[in-house]
C-alpha cells in the first residue's frame, strides 16, 4: 500500500509508503532489522516496544494522525510534523532527488487525481524521515 506522485507530464516522481514505528525526537525506525525492513517485518517481534535509544513508548495513535491513516485517505495533513514515537512514511524515489528539486514544474499529482504545489509537496517529503534511492530509475508502482 503506497501512493504514487507525478509530474503533470506522466513522469514518476516516487512512492511514499507507510513505515512502521519511528522515533522521531531519535531519528531511528524501531524496526529491529533496520530502515532496510521497514516495509517486510509484519510481526509483532519485528519491532522495538519502545525506543531502543530514548527509551520512549509508541504513542497511540487513529487513522486520523497515523501514517497507514494517510494511506487509506483518513489523515489530511500529509506534511505533518511529529515527534515522539509514533507511525512514519518512507519515501522511495524513482528519481534522483536533486534532480527533482531543480525541475521547474508548480505542480505534483498523486495517483488518485489529488494536486500539490511543488512547495507544500517538498514539505511532505521533509515530514517522512524515511528516504530510499536504491531503485531510481527502475520501474515501479
Known sequence: MGTNFYTLTGEHIGKRSAAG???FD???SLCIGGLERVHYSSSPSDWYEKCPKCGKEVEKEDLDTSSVGLELGFNNNPSQKK???RS?????WAIEPSEFKKQLF???KDEYGREYTKQIFLEMLDSYPIHFTDIIGKEFR
Open 26 to 28: 531519535c531519528n531511528i
Open 106 to 108: 508548480s505542480v505534483i
Open 88 to 92: 512514519c512514511s518512507s519515501f522511495t
Open 21 to 23: 514505528v519511528y522515533c
Open 83 to 85: 515527534t515522539g514515537v
